[in-house]
């Protein structure tokens, strides 16, 4: 007998996305980059540009899941969701370990490259006003954010099956928690970013993506068991 599904895959969706997102995203590059622009431009213009580029790539990568999601044989998806879950959020627990010794020194050089692309971009802006402002904010966050821990997440959190994640629960709880922390780092990203601790984030993280690995090994186990 396969084992109890949540009862609403999309408030399980969301409630996963938004902590899964909001965990990964704190100390993040992007977040620096929205605190440096707030402090030099309106926060306001800021947030719209950063959450834009967050958001297109929230669907660029929920896309990308869903298409393999839909490419797979459906008896593998909870197997394939399994492994990867498990082996992202192992990733996210040895890297906590890692950091052990260097979390400080790992936060300041994502504020210094941040602060560096901020630099080049705005050396090289021709243009000025509130547009000029959201397409940077927009540019800077999008090519930072492609390839990002958080992208990988939300492709991973896509593969799993629609039973256990549904794709409306994803995207808002995914864009709730990009909206929150881009929030944060606009209005309160100084207090906040010194007072970050990135390793117990990744040890959050990793403990967060483990469940969800075993929760799609428990399903796996569940259909064949019921076959």
Known sequence: MAPPLPSDPGLAAFGSS???ITLAELGD?????ALILA????ARLVFVG??????????LSLGVGYGLRELLPQSLVPWIAAVLFLGFGLKLLVDAQALDAGAAKEEAEEAEEAEEAVNAAEQAQRQSGPWAVIWE???LVFVAELGDRTQFATILLATAPA????????????LAGHALVTWLAVGAGKWIGGRVNEQLLYRL?????VAFGLVSLLQALGSVAGR
């Open 18 to 20: 938004l902590t899964a």
């Open 163 to 174: 039973q256990v994640f549904s794709f409306a629960g994803l995207l808002a709880g995914t």
């Open 39 to 42: 402090v030099r431009h309106s």
């Open 205 to 209: 993280s990793g403990g967060l993506f």
């Open 50 to 59: 950063a959450f834009a580029a967050l958001a297109a790539v929230t669907l």
């Open 137 to 139: 904010a927009f540019a």
């Open 29 to 33: 590059k992007t977040f620096f980059m």
